[in-house]
């Protein structure tokens, strides 16, 4: 075996650190937004189908963002069973690569939407074939294809493709290779910093122009700033302290087995964090749309009439069957 080979390998093993994050946190965490992230992206996908079909062009996005979500919560039973260092396999390697993609497809998408609102309020008059159901799918498809390939040619890059296995994206490298760093500094301008500075960009224009607006639909515009001010904080909440991590990570870390040491529990504590964007974003959307709370009273009633359909039906049964 090549020596420079063994020396990294020693290096890896060294630096390898047990972690009370993974073991307790994980699991208890994760479960919770499983939970409540299930249903939630769930009763969303559903109001958003409703709305699409009713013409509303945001609806496109939100289904879409639904899936994204829904593939991130329902990968993380494995994120907990590999917690509890039960044995995966290869499956692990597939689903870390679900877990980066739902990032990066969620924060195109919020951009989609948030550039979608900005359009809709600062310029009402025009843009109209932009806020068209057809144009927000294939923005939507666009959006996916491009997050996908960028995923690709990046883990390619690394040659995580060539080597598909859990030992090459589940396990990672402790500390970071340059070649990690890099790629991890690529995230974070092209999935992170530029998503960010075009959702605060459409905000602040939506807030300003809303200060300027004194019409009727005022009120239903600040709602839909609102929406966009609790979408980007959730994001920044949610992505901001593991980004933040991540940077350090890639310029202190690589062959520094001190510094992964010492990053290794704040970046497994953000890694969990970022759940909380999957979880709330549907949440929020459904409390602050007013369209959204419509569908959701038409399915309560629609639930409720089916309910009480069987339980008249039940009822008779029993009367003709004591008769």
């Not at 520094?256 to 529990?265: E, H, I, N, P, V």
């Not at 890694?271 to 979880?279: K, L």
Request: hydrophobic share 45%; charged share 15%.
């Amino acid at each position: 075996m090549d020596a420079a080979l063994v020396n990294q390998t020693n290096t890896y093993t060294s630096c390898i650190t047990e972690s009370s994050v993974e073991g307790y946190m994980y699991p208890s965490v994760y479960s919770l937004f499983f939970m409540v992230g299930l249903p939630a992206n769930c009763l969303s996908l559903y109001v958003a189908w409703m709305l699409m079909r009713s013409g509303n062009s945001m609806a496109v996005y939100l289904i879409n963002l639904c899936i994204s979500d829904l593939l991130y919560t329902i990968s993380l039973p494995v994120w907990i069973e590999l917690a509890l260092q039960r044995p995966m396999g290869d499956l692990c390697s597939l689903v870390a690569v679900i877990m980066y993609n739902s990032f990066y497809v969620g924060s195109g998408l919020l951009c989609c939407i948030s550039v979608d609102r900005y359009l809709a309020v600062v310029y009402p008059l025009h843009f109209h074939w932009v806020r068209e159901v057809r144009t927000a799918a294939i923005v939507s498809i666009a959006v996916w294809t491009l997050e996908i390939t960028i995923h690709i040619i990046l883990l390619n890059h690394t040659g995580a493709l060539q080597a598909f296995s859990s030992r090459n994206l589940c396990e990672e490298r402790i500390p970071m290779t340059q070649e990690d760093a890099n790629l991890a500094l690529t995230r974070f301008t092209l999935g992170f910093l530029i998503p960010f500075f075009i959702m605060t960009f459409c905000f602040q224009q939506i807030m300003q122009s809303l200060q300027k607006n004194i019409s009727i639909m005022t009120v239903e515009r600040r709602k839909v700033g609102w929406l966009l001010f609790y979408l980007l904080l959730t994001y920044t909440v949610a992505f901001m302290p593991f980004q933040i991590v991540m940077l350090l990570r890639a310029i202190l870390e690589p062959g520094t087995c001190a510094w992964a040491k010492r990053l290794r529990d704040p970046y497994l504590v953000t890694v969990a964090t970022t759940t909380i964007n999957s979880t709330l974003d549907p949440i929020i959307y459904c409390l602050i749309s007013e369209s959204a709370q419509r569908e959701i009273r038409k399915a309560v009633e629609k639930c409720r009439g089916v309910f009480l359909r069987r339980r008249l039906s039940e009822s008779s049964n029993q009367i003709q069957s004591v008769s």
